[in-house]
């Protein structure tokens, strides 16, 4: 994977959720590699059960869940979504809905390892289609499979926010 060596290479920073397992490991040991800077930001509870990734150049410890993935998108300026379960998902989710709400303005960048996310992004067409959501929203979530593209992607300016998002 280069996702890490094209972080350091566009001049940023990594800031993810802390741990040494997952590719998000792999892509803290490529950052780390190329003594790039990494920041983890990660809950207590996880700082004791021993999975944070040694190494950082800072480890930010957060109460709750939900002030871990605050904080993380307080640091953030882009983001790229590697394929994992369900806390990836979770945390995407939150990201692209405080986009959504115009919360929050990131570009949302998924990393399309051998198609993983293609039946994420059926599902976003088939939401629009049903009229769950408006088309424009499937724009908040960007796809590539190439680990350059997706810093490049993720350096860009967010979609536009939409005020008028549900029609009355």
């Known amino acids: 994977m280069a996702l890490g060596s094209a972080i350091v290479d566009a001049g940023h920073r990594l800031v993810f959720g802390g741990g040494h397992v997952g590719l998000m490991g ?3 040991d490529e950052v780390l590699e190329r003594d790039g800077e990494i920041i983890g930001v990660m809950t207590e509870q ?4 021993e999975v944070a990734h040694q190494g950082l150049t800072e480890l930010d410890v957060q109460p709750t869940m939900h002030r871990r993935k605050a904080r993380m998108a307080e640091l953030a300026d882009g983001v ?3 394929p994992g379960g369900f806390g990836t998902l979770d945390e995407a989710f939150e990201l692209l809905t405080w986009n959504q709400l115009g919360l929050i303005s990131v570009p949302i ?4 390892v051998d198609g993983f996310f293609a039946p994420l992004f059926d599902f976003n067409a088939g939401s629009a289609a049903a009229g769950f959501m408006k088309d424009h929203h ?5 796809h590539t499979d ?4 997706a810093v490049r992607l993720a350096s860009r300016n967010a979609p536009a926010f939409t005020p008028k998002w549900v029609d009355r």
């Open 80 to 82: 790229v979504v590697l």
């Open 138 to 142: 499937g724009t908040l979530a960007q």
């Open 146 to 149: 190439n680990a350059e593209a």
């Open 109 to 112: 960048v998924f990393l399309d």
């Open 46 to 49: 996880l700082v004791g059960l």
């Open 26 to 28: 792999v892509a803290a």
